[in-house]
């Protein structure tokens, strides 16, 4: 599959983020980000209001109860991050790669051995026929298209298992590492609420959300249900060298029917419909224009100005790469001008930027 580029308008507008916004570790607590509150408006509007849409006070994720209302419901994407990253020695007697483990493939026919996409580095190293070594896994590239790279492990091998005790979560490309994934990053790059491996980035806005902050919510009368998308890799393959790339690749997701259930409830009840990520964004806005199947499906919906949004009422987000997808998304959901003013107050009040940053609330 061909790596998504960027198409012509898609792009809401960029802005220039000082590298020291760019968080490189999580706050102290899930729930003590800073964090926005954004309303929704026309862009017209926004414009004649001066950006008086967004209000910069300096709430805390942890105040989220108090800026919903009993009736609503928050939906969370409990997909959970594998270890994906191996770090490999090249055979016989190579340098040392790494490889990104993406997606299962279909196995092809006659072929017994289990197949994944992938990415790897250095890509002039691995070519098809190289043999790799991850501790004691064994691995080899069969095939290469452009970036990608297709892997094969030994026949029956559960792959996601053999990953938790060989490989690590990737963190993205901006978070620096000296030694790696660390101990707190297993626990700390995970929601308390991820239970299906399959992601390779985490659905980040709901890192903020502790236990003990989805309990008072609870208590207040805010509903909370789940959905899963597993999240690609755009997140890496942006850092790529000549690469700039906007659109996700095809991602698989399920709405549970409990899931559909609480949704018809709250609307009918009068309720908002608060999105918890881009992530859970794109998988209801999918599901809703794709007849809301009953079972696993994918989507290559790309939310950006026009969409007109069936079930989202509310978002809870993180502050985004310029050039991607999510900030399109952000941008169609909130009105360009006034996601375009809140990134800027956001850079002059110092806000913590991406993965382990500070958030938005867009209502």
């Not at 008086?52 to 009993?70: F, K, Q």
């Not at 609503?72 to 997909?79: E, G, Y």
């Not at 197949?115 to 501790?135: I, N, T, V, Y």
Request: net charge positive; with cysteine; charged share 20%.
């Amino acid at each position: 599959m061909a790596v998504a580029t960027r198409p012509e308008g898609l792009v809401p507008f960029d802005y220039v983020l000082p590298p020291g916004l760019i968080a490189q570790e999580p706050a102290r607590e899930r729930g003590d980000s800073r964090l926005m509150l954004v309303r929704r408006r026309s862009d017209t509007a926004a414009a004649r209001a001066g950006g008086a849409a967004v209000d910069p006070a300096d709430a805390l994720v942890r105040d989220l109860p108090g800026l919903l209302r009993s009736g609503d419901l928050l939906v969370v994407n409990r997909s959970r991050v594998i270890a994906a990253r191996l770090r490999c020695q090249r055979l016989p007697g190579g340098g040392s790669s790494e490889i990104l483990l993406v997606a299962p493939c279909e196995n092809r026919i006659g072929e017994e051995r289990v197949l994944w996409r992938a990415l790897g580095r250095p890509a002039k190293r691995l070519e098809p026929g190289r043999r790799l070594r991850a501790g004691d896994l064994e691995l080899e590239i069969v095939a290469r298209d452009g970036a990608w790279l297709e892997v094969a492990f030994p026949p029956g091998l559960d792959v996601i298992a053999a990953l938790e005790s060989r490989g690590e979560v990737p963190l993205p490309p901006y978070i620096r590492r000296a030694t790696g994934t660390t101990d707190a990053d297993r626990i700390r790059y995970q929601t308390v609420f991820a239970r299906e491996p399959g992601s390779v980035a985490a659905p980040t806005a709901g890192l903020h959300l502790s236990e003990a902050l989805l309990e008072v919510l609870r208590s207040s009368g805010v509903g909370v249900a789940e959905i899963v998308l597993h999240v690609g890799p755009a997140t890496f393959l942006s850092g790529l060298p000549g690469r700039s790339p906007v659109l996700p690749e095809p991602e698989r997701y399920l709405i549970p029917p409990a899931t559909r259930a609480a949704i018809s409830a709250t609307r009918a009840a009068g309720g908002r419909v608060v999105a918890v990520g881009t992530t859970t964004t794109r998988a209801l806005e999918a599901a809703a224009h794709a007849g809301w199947p009953s079972d696993w499906a994918t989507t290559a919906l790309v939310i950006a100005a026009g969409h007109e949004f069936q079930v989202v009422q509310g978002l809870l987000t993180n502050f985004h790469l310029p050039g991607t997808s999510l900030l399109a998304l952000v941008a169609a959901f909130a009105g360009n001008e006034t996601a375009r003013r809140a990134y800027e107050i956001a850079v002059e009040r110092r806000y913590r930027f991406y993965s382990y940053g500070d958030a938005m609330l867009i209502l």
